[in-house]
């Protein structure tokens, strides 16, 4: 079979985890043996290239040039080049199954086009987040409260946005609807995420949940944990928390700041904390300043290692040196690929206790939850966590294998029995 | 006929009317100067006439037709200093005069006063040559020589068109009197539109035995006593020190009547004769176009009372007249109207889907999408979107080629160059397409499953004795947004206005499909038959912008005994005034709606009692 997999971004010019977690898909494919062709069709916000043009980056792997997109209906901010590069794309490559692992920056439009250009292909959705339910980047976050939102509807929809009209609201989620249509089959990497798309419409029999593969890096990450407690540089390991991730508001790295403040200084110097973040620069003042307040004490006072962001292959490594890695997400989440990360490298979670991070971490036996936004209470399961060595070994020893690539590529495939 | 003099003629002109047109009649007892009567002027225009002159110890003057008295107009008499001084008499002795009457036979006239001294009940007669005034300079002259008696004058003159020029040419060259304590006034706008008329717009304070008019050039003359008032906040603070309770009601808006070239309208008082200019402003040229005439008089917010009046009186007097004198032959804008097709033609198609756009256009989108999903529209019906609001051609152009690409069902655009309205704009789309069947379509109606409109062109066909077929229509919550109309009563508009019977309510438990027998309908999705449409005579397109005239063609339709249903449809979903948006929110839209509803109720009152009074029964 040809497969085409189709990602909003490229891990080339963006690291998130939907992109990884399309380009992990990709490699996975192209490993099968059931597939006779895999392709790689990322959008790119590479201003070199016309917006809506289509061209080689490798050996089966194309980046799709896009313009800003209409992010309130989702629609193709470079429309006449779905009817046109993107039609003669996918007539070209003539696919027998495309995965689509996001449709932000190309538009919801591809579905319908990839349906119309290539009638008998299958058509697969990963839902990465909550998008196409929530105007607000997807959070199902209130706008002005910053409460977390439980369900759609236009009414609360228009509250957070009363610059739309609620038939705005109606009219975008028509035409989503409508796109998601020619969809043949939705795989989620999460339960939760599931749910709530199932709620807002999307009928359960077109539904399949898939843990996002993971591609393990290097040897630290199967040492064995007896290993790694006998090695005296990391005798204290199991007091080491670190925070890994984007800085930004709703990924808690706050709460994660003031949950160290929270301890007694003699406490918390006994513990070593590391912050590695990206994007610190694209966030706004109010929220930089936030930080700055909150991190420098701390520097200066030798309990907190600003670390920086980080390459992805360098993630192993980075994790092999901490004990707990610290998920303090205020909003829902969906599988988080930190947390998959953390569970690959054998390192136990401590996360808020909400949605998908809720859900990929089981409470007491591979990681630990704390009430979302409550650093008093994150303080306290850190000073737990960090009670001793014994305490670590039982999370670490609980962890499960976490989805290999090998079976994720399968599971994909399998999921094409159910379109 | 049109003339402008400086103020009281040049000199020439006074040297040549300073002459008597007759020798006074003087008596004498001796030598001595006893009584006289002398004829200054004698003025006739349009059988109004004029007699100015003076008498010297007598009571009168008193107009004579042979032997029959002339009931006058108007008659004053006053002191003419120069008279006595000329006679060497004390000044109460000589008395000037001013008589107006009308005058429809010219010949054996005569003016006559009766002697009050040693003479006493004697008369003095002096015959008045009364000719057509030709010398309008001559007549001008002695309105300017009694601008204290003018305001006498012009109730009884302004009827008449060469009078009012005069009087017109008299007030435009007063000065203004800022202050005065009988009245207070200004101007605040003035627009028009050659040949069908125009408004004045301000605040004015007028004593009651005072009087206000708005006179201007090219014979216009009204009085303010008609106008709408209102309450003027600013004016109420700024005078009411000034002029206590005078103030409320300052505010005007006051209708003026068909007229050519304008340049200047004044705000006149009158005060026991006396006019004075109050306010001067210099006209404007109001917009031609009938919404664009609408945008601007309703910007002026004014109670509901005054609106009513603006509506009925006023305002709504020239937007009929710019309505009802037809669309505009504009032939710039006509050279700027196109239609462009995309896709192939329905051939032999059974339902044209008529659809105005205005201001939104993604609207499109999401109709289109449904569309291409629905069989029986994609292969029997013709789709014509017609635009309605030149905001949103270039981005309907552009995206249409995309639409039809996209979503592959062919359908056809047109613009008729300017903003029509949405009955003539629909008319406009209905007459583009040849289908037997019309579907009105609203843009903001986004069906949500395919087969209703086969459905509702089968029945439609299969039952003659309906006119029209519309559409239950819902809410993106569910509820019910339209299942036909009934009217109730407004008071407070003085109107009957549409009600949605159930509407917001759960839908009623009906079988999908069924037709439920209704008073009205909207048009925001009506099927009826093309012969049906044209011989009712389309939507009236006398309703500014859109109102009312959905129930106006259901009340046509009904009038020739055919029947109005509701086709029960569950998945139509009506943005109710979403593509209404652009034409503005609040008050200009409630003006629109209550204007609507005046010429509404002016055509179906008596047809809709009828109809409740029965249906009631």
């Known amino acids: 079979m040809k497969v085409l997999i189709i990602s909003h971004a490229h891990p080339m010019e963006s690291t998130g985890g939907a992109e990884l977690a399309a380009y992990n898909l990709f490699e996975a494919l192209s490993l099968n043996e059931r597939c006779e062709s895999v392709t790689f069709l990322a959008g790119s916000s590479n201003r070199q290239s016309q917006a809506g043009s289509i061209h080689l980056l490798s050996r089966n792997e194309y980046l799709w040039a896009y313009n800003d997109m209409d992010w309130f209906r989702l629609t193709s901010g470079t429309p006449d080049a779905l009817v046109t590069n993107f039609r003669s794309f996918l007539v070209r490559m003539a696919p027998s199954i495309i995965y689509v692992h996001h ?126 407690a006998s090695q005296n540089h990391l005798r204290s390991i199991y007091k080491r928390f670190a925070y890994f991730g984007q800085a930004t508001e709703y990924k808690g790295i706050e709460v994660f700041l003031r949950a160290i403040h929270a301890l007694s200084p003699e406490l918390r110097r006994s513990m070593l904390f590391e912050v590695h973040c990206a994007n610190i620069d694209q966030q706004g003042d109010w929220f930089k300043d936030l930080l700055h307040e909150l991190r420098t ?30 998920v303090p997400s205020t909003w829902w989440e969906n599988s988080p690929m930190v947390i998959q990360e953390a569970l690959t490298n054998h390192r136990p979670v401590i996360c808020s206790n909400i949605g998908g991070m809720a859900e990929k971490v089981r409470n007491g036996v591979d990681g630990i939850h704390f009430a979302v936004n409550n650093f008093v209470d994150l303080a306290e399961r850190m000073i737990y966590a960090a009670s001793n060595i014994d305490v670590w070994l039982k999370y670490v020893k609980n962890i499960r294998p976490t989805q290999s690539l090998k079976r994720y590529g399968d599971d994909y495939l399998s999921a094409v029995g159910r379109c | ?66 032997a029959s008295e002339v009931e006058c107009l108007f008659s004053t008499t006053f002191e003419r200093a120069d008279v006595a001084d000329g006679y060497n008499l004390p000044p109460k002795d000589a008395r000037g005069f001013l008589i107006l009457f009308r005058c429809d036979a010219k010949d054996q006239l005569f003016c006559q006063v009766v002697c009050t001294n040693q003479l006493d009940g004697e008369v003095i007669r002096l015959p008045l040559d009364v000719q057509d005034t030709s010398e309008l300079a001559i007549a001008l002259n002695v309105l300017n020589q009694h601008i204290s008696h003018l305001g006498f004058l012009i109730p009884h003159l302004i009827g008449q068109k060469e009078w009012r020029n005069l009087i017109a040419n008299v007030v435009n060259n007063l000065p203004i009197s800022s202050e005065h304590p009988s009245f207070a006034g200004f101007i605040e706008s003035v627009r028009g539109i050659k040949d069908v008329g125009g408004l004045a717009i301000g605040w ?6 005072c009087q206000l008019w708005l006179i201007g050039d090219d014979g216009v003359a009204v009085t303010l006593s008609g106008s709408a008032r209102w309450d003027r906040d600013d004016i109420t603070k700024m005078y009411f020190r000034d002029y206590g309770r005078l103030v409320h009601g300052a505010g005007f808006t006051q209708r003026i009547d068909p007229m050519g070239e304008l340049s200047n309208i004044n705000l006149v008082g009158i005060d026991s004769g006396h006019v004075y200019v109050i306010s001067r402003a210099a006209w404007k040229r ?22 009513t009046d603006r509506l009925i009186n006023h305002d709504g007097v020239i937007l009929q007249r710019l309505l009802t004198r037809g669309q505009y032959n504009d032939i710039y804008l006509k050279q700027k109207s196109f239609d462009m097709s995309f896709g192939e033609g329905i051939s032999e198609p059974q339902v044209c889907i008529s659809i105005p756009l205005f201001g939104r256009v993604d609207f499109m989108v999401n109709q289109l999408m449904e569309f291409s999903s629905d069989e029986y529209i994609r292969e029997k019906c013709e789709i014509i979107y017609h635009i309605d609001d030149p905001g949103i051609i270039d981005s309907v152009i552009s995206k249409s080629q995309l639409l039809f690409k996209t979503y592959g069902i062919p359908f056809k655009i047109s613009w008729n160059g300017y903003n029509m309205g949405f009955a003539a704009a629909t008319n406009c789309a209905v007459r583009q397409g040849s289908a037997p069947l019309v ?179």
């Open chain 2, 204 to 209: 004015a304070i007028c004593h009651p035995a």
């Open chain 2, 1 to 66: 006929m049109k003339f402008t003099l400086n103020k009281h003629g040049s000199n020439e002109q006074n040297e040549a009317i300073a002459r008597p047109l007759k020798q006074p009649s003087l008596q004498f007892v001796g030598d001595r100067l006893k009584s006289g009567l002398s004829i200054d002027y004698v003025i006739s225009i349009s059988n109004f006439v004029i007699v100015t002159g003076w008498m010297i110890r007598c009571s009168g003057p008193y107009i004579y037709h042979q």
């Open chain 1, 103 to 228: 449709y932000a920056h190309l538009g919801l439009e591809i579905f319908r086009e990839a349906k119309t250009s290539l009638p008998s292909c299958k058509v697969i959705l990963t839902l990465h987040e909550y998008l196409a339910i929530c105007n607000r980047n997807g959070q199902m976050i209130k706008n002005n409260s910053r409460k977390l939102c439980y369900q759609e509807s236009i009414q609360e929809c228009q509250a957070c946005f009363p610059e739309k009209t609620r038939e705005d609201f109606w009219l975008r989620k028509h035409f989503i609807q409508r796109s998601f249509e020619h969809v043949d089959h939705f795989i989620s990497p999460s339960q939760f995420l599931l749910e709530r798309y199932i709620a807002w419409g999307i009928p359960r029999e077109f539904t399949s949940v898939i843990e996002n593969g993971q591609k393990y890096y290097g040897s630290q990450a199967r040492v064995s944990t007896e290993d790694l």
């Open chain 2, 286 to 307: 109001a917009s031609e176009d009938p919404i664009a005439f609408a945008r601007w008089t309703f910007e002026l917010r004014t109670d509901g009372r005054a609106l």
């Open chain 2, 439 to 617: 579907l009105m379509l609203n843009s903001d109606v986004i069906p949500t499953q395919p087969g209703w409109l086969c459905s509702m062109a089968g029945w439609m066909l299969k039952n003659e004795d309906y006119g029209v077929l519309g559409a239950r229509l819902l809410y993106p919550n569910g509820g019910v947004q339209h299942n036909g109309m009934t009217c109730h009563w407004e008071p407070d508009w003085s109107a009957y206005l549409n009600k949605h019977p159930g509407q917001g309510f759960a839908p009623e438990n009906s079988e999908v499909g069924d037709v439920k027998d209704v008073f009205l309908v909207t048009a925001a999705c009506l099927l009826v038959n093309r012969s049906i449409f044209e011989s009712v005579g389309a939507l009236d397109e006398n309703f500014l912008i859109g109102d009312f005239e959905d129930s106006d063609f259901c009340l046509k339709v009904r009038s020739r005994g055919l029947k109005i249903g509701c086709y029960q449809s569950n998945g139509l979903i009506h943005l109710e005034r979403q593509s209404f948006m652009g034409i503005g929110q609040g008050y200009f839209r409630e003006c629109v709606a209550r204007y609507n509803a005046i010429i509404h109720q002016s055509k179906w009152g008596h047809t809709i009692d009828n109809y409740l009074s029965t249906s009631n029964a």
């Open chain 1, 297 to 326: 004490p701390l520097v200066r006072e030798g309990v907190l290692r600003w670390v920086g962001p980080y390459d992805h292959n360098d993630l192993a490594g980075r994790m092999s040196q901490i004990g707990w890695v610290v």
